[in-house]
């Protein structure tokens, strides 16, 4: 049975029981985890794993086929053996705030219908980064965007998790945002949705608050020029 992807439904749990089923030199594969294995610009998770009286730090998870691998920093326990895993909270909560921020800009510029999107971005621990195309591109929209961002977030708004067929995904517009997302979404049978409540649904498989009251005050500290149409903008929540 692959590994059950416990932070694919409850992104809050931190603290888990799982089983090894398998390991290698510097690894473990457990039977169900809450280590977010990183993609779609989210990093994967680290914390630490408890199992014998000891406690054995997870430097990295990462998909592996249909299971996730957890890169251990000591000791590798051998298949069959109990363990608690245990997330680094304040690390995995962070690109929870973040990632959601970054959704909540996406759908507010294309709600604005301005022409412009976001094309790509990178989740880090204490920032993030955005690429928008976006040819109207200026400070001053931006900051009348990230403005706009920071009311709704004072304001507040549910963030849900769904699954669709993928006959309903498909009949919602925009659901899926750049190429590899499309092309993607045409193989899925099921599609998992994150949902903005009355403003935003995107297809997605990371991590992400339950209320973007969570996100705190976004603040822009960089723009880059990488085009005439192409910006690049990195933000830190404050």
């Known amino acids: 049975m692959p590994t059950?992807?416990?932070?694919?439904?409850?992104?809050?749990?931190?603290?888990f029981e799982a089983v090894v089923t398998a390991s290698g030199d510097d690894y473990v594969v457990l039977d169900r985890t809450a280590f977010y294995p990183g993609g779609g610009g989210q990093p994967p998770d680290s914390g630490a794993l408890e199992f014998g009286g000891r406690r054995v730090d997870v430097v990295e998870a990462s998909k592996m086929g249909e299971d996730v691998a957890h890169r251990l920093q000591g000791e590798v326990p051998p298949p069959g053996t109990a363990v608690v895993g245990e997330l680094d909270w304040g690390r995995r909560y962070a690109h929870m705030r973040l990632h959601t921020a970054i959704h909540l800009l996406d759908a507010l510029l294309l709600r604005r219908n301005v022409g412009g999107e976001i094309t790509g971005g990178q989740i880090y621990d204490d920032r993030a980064r955005v690429d928008f195309d976006w040819p109207e591109f200026s400070r001053e929209a931006l900051d009348g965007l990230v403005e706009e961002a920071n009311s709704e977030i004072r304001r507040g708004?549910?963030?849900l998790v769904k699954y669709l067929s993928r006959e309903e995904a498909m009949a919602i517009p925009n659901l899926a945002r750049t190429a590899p997302g499309r092309e993607l979404l045409a193989r899925l049978s099921t599609v998992r949705v994150v949902e903005i409540e009355g403003l935003d649904v995107q297809m997605d498989g990371g991590t992400h608050v339950a209320d973007i009251g969570e996100i705190g005050t976004i603040r822009p500290t960089r723009v880059e020029n990488k085009g005439r149409r192409?910006?690049?903008v990195e933000f830190i929540l404050e």
């Open 230 to 232: 192409n910006k690049r």
């Open 157 to 159: 708004r549910r963030v």
């Open 4 to 15: 059950d992807p416990i932070y694919l439904r409850d992104a809050y749990a931190r603290r």
